[in-house]
């Protein structure tokens, strides 16, 4: 089994080691295409105003100053001769749960490989703001990662699908189960914004990610991270409300 890995917190991330690690146990051919530098947040970006670059970093090792869907384009195109098996994406450092899918580009790079007709899956682990102590923060990552990946492995996709999963912030010990769940939703817009004075005098704003608020809906990955369960939630790529469709094209006719 041929597996290609990206992230979206660029090649030197702890992470990308941790999901190495994993997919190991999986198979020896394993190809990494990542960025060179972190992506986080830039979601589904495709660079178009500037070249990338491809660098070489060892035997089937290789980044790109670009975007995660930029390393997975450059991934399949460019670097593997013939496609992969699988694409992982990840370990994120931090969670993509509910709305926050949109945004991450470590769900992006799943999202491209599924577009390109590969079995994609997006893995990232929830901090915790009190950390793990001795644990480490990708310790349930690191001992659940092969279990939650094993059924995902050869169960059936349908075409332009993805998985993505996240594993909670407690110890791998405390972990309770995997569960299948549908994705969530946050209450509010994204946390706050920060302003301040550069060294010139000049304003500038930072958006922070703290004060998210959201609503812990029965069956969704945030309730599932909450309880201490590992999500594992099935994605796809078509958008359209099915439901408005009909009152929408009502309003169009005649
Ligand atoms: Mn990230």
């Known amino acids: 089994m041929r597996i290609l890995l990206t992230n979206d917190d660029g090649i030197h991330a702890p992470g990308l ?44 090792r290789f980044s790109v100053t670009g975007t995660p869907t930029d390393a997975v384009t450059m991934g399949l195109r460019k670097v593997i001769d013939s496609p992969p098996d699988v694409i992982l994406s990840g370990v994120n450092r931090g969670a993509n749960l509910a709305d926050d899918i949109t945004y991450s580009g470590t769900v992006s790079a799943a999202i491209e490989g599924a577009l390109a007709g590969v079995r994609s899956i997006a893995l990232s682990q929830v901090y915790s703001k009190e950390g793990m102590g001795e644990d480490g923060p990708f310790a349930p990552a690191i001992e659940w990662g092969a279990k939650v990946l094993a ?3 050869d169960t059936p996709l349908p075409k332009r ?3 993505n999963v996240n594993f909670p912030p407690v110890p791998p010990s405390d972990v309770k189960g995997i569960r299948a769940v549908r994705q969530g939703f946050h209450d509010y817009s994204r946390g706050t914004v920060v302003e301040g004075r550069d060294p010139r005098g000049f304003q500038y704003y930072w ?3 703290e004060a998210i608020e959201h609503t812990l809906d029965h069956g ?6 909450d309880e201490g369960y590992i999500s594992v939630t099935p994605l796809q790529l078509d958008l359209t409300h099915h439901a408005s469709l009909g009152a929408l094209a009502d309003r169009y006719e005649g």
């Open 161 to 163: 699908t993805l998985v």
């Open 17 to 60: 080691e941790v999901l190495e690690a994993i997919a190991r146990q999986f198979s020896d051919d394993i190809w990494v295409c990542a960025p060179d530098e972190e992506q986080s947040g830039m979601g589904h970006a495709l660079t178009l105003t500037r070249p990338v670059r491809l660098r070489k970093h060892g035997d089937r």
């Open 207 to 209: 958006f922070g990610l």
């Open 220 to 225: 969704t990955d945030l309730e599932a991270i």
């Open 151 to 153: 059924p995902l492995l």
